[in-house]
């Protein structure tokens, strides 16, 4: 029996360090988002931001807006700039491979900036309004200001915060607690991390 394992005189096991709820849920993605997630970004050029891995062109992505008169790649382009970004509503089956662009679009808009617009007073944050980023470094910088008002806004709720509902803003998941939804959060940045790391793979290896 190691001295971690051993009972307190009381015959209780001793707790284990740094296992309350909110350093376990912030320690996840702060650890994997510093050492791994944030490090395999570094460098990406406006070429790797745009590529499409598909063998025809058919990628879901960032672009510029389809001039008046032509038809845009999806019924959906959203985007309030001279960027947009393509979505169809339903999703078509199977959905379509997607740029890092649109990937980015993803976790920076519908990921972080509804849920910091919604929970921590963060500025407004949709699909249909948001300014994309027309250059990697762009696209980068709206992420790390938007994972820094996300991670800042959960590292300010209490154990006991992280049990209150998270309320009209989610949807069907209204009666859900906010560690559920911080939860759910990691998991959304470590899987679409993960997809981007690899489209940067298949960038460096392509023929």
């Given at each position: 029996?190691t ?10 096991p ?13 320690d ?74 649109w ?7 519908g990921?972080l900036?509804?849920?910091t ?24 910088a ?13 590292r ?48 460096a290896?392509?023929?």
């Amino acid at each position: 029996m190691t001295s971690s394992d051993a009972p307190t005189e009381s015959g209780d096991p001793v707790p284990g360090k740094d296992g309350d709820l909110p350093t376990v849920l912030i320690d996840q993605i702060e650890f994997h988002v510093r050492e791994f997630l944030r490090p395999r970004l570094e460098g990406l050029s406006d070429e790797e931001y745009f590529f499409d891995a598909t063998a025809d062109g058919t990628a879901w992505t960032v672009h510029p807006r389809t001039p008046e008169g032509l038809a845009p790649p999806t019924s959906i382009q959203g985007g309030s700039g001279d960027m947009v970004i393509d979505f169809e509503f339903p999703e078509p089956e199977p959905t379509p491979l997607t740029t890092i662009a649109w990937r980015l679009g993803h976790i920076i808009v519908g990921v972080l900036g509804a849920r910091t617009n919604a929970h921590f007073d963060g500025p407004p944050a949709d699909y249909m309004t948001w300014e994309y980023a027309a250059t990697a470094q762009e696209a980068l910088a709206q992420f790390d200001a938007g994972y820094d008002r996300w991670i800042t806004g959960v590292r300010s709720w209490s154990t006991e915060d992280l049990q209150v509902a998270v309320g009209e803003a989610e949807g069907p998941w209204a009666e859900y607690s906010r560690a559920t939804l911080v939860a759910h959060i990691n998991r959304e940045l470590i899987h679409h991390l993960a997809e981007i790391a690899l489209l940067r793979d298949l960038w460096a290896h392509r023929d």
